[in-house]
């Protein structure tokens, strides 16, 4: 059973940074293309990058140079270094992975960034 767990959301100000995380059990983490969503108050959830099982990545363009996405496949983790935060920016970020389209794919349970002054 493959589980995914968030953590590194929290309240920053405008202009800060945050490092969220997103660590894998229970399968082969080096197999699994990995994404970062976020999903705002009474909006669709969307994509904010992804990362692929060999190292494509890819950004929204709301995102770009302000966020960078990473993986470590010996830590099974994901990684979403955001910096220049704006209150647009708050949401509900999730990771997803998935191997093809497919299987199926998985989510984590979600970590709350709030930026506000």
């Known amino acids: 059973q493959v589980r995914l767990l968030e953590s590194g959301g929290g309240l920053v100000q405008p202009g800060g940074s945050l490092r969220l995380s997103c660590e894998m059990s229970?399968?082969?983490?080096?197999?699994?293309?990995m994404e970062w969503y976020r999903q705002a108050p009474g909006k669709q959830r969307e994509l904010a990058a992804r990362?692929?099982?060999?190292?494509?990545?890819t950004y929204a363009d709301y995102v770009k140079g302000r966020f960078t996405i990473s993986r470590n496949n010996g830590e099974r983790a994901m990684y979403l270094q955001m910096s220049s935060l704006k209150p647009e920016d708050t949401a509900v970020y999730y990771c997803?992975?998935?191997?093809?389209?497919?299987?199926?794919?998985?989510w984590g349970q979600g970590t709350q960034v709030t930026v506000s002054s």
């Open positions: 229970g399968s082969l983490f080096r197999f699994y293309n």
């Open positions: 990362i692929t099982n060999t190292f494509e990545i």
């Open positions: 997803r992975a998935w191997e093809s389209p497919q299987n199926p794919d998985y």
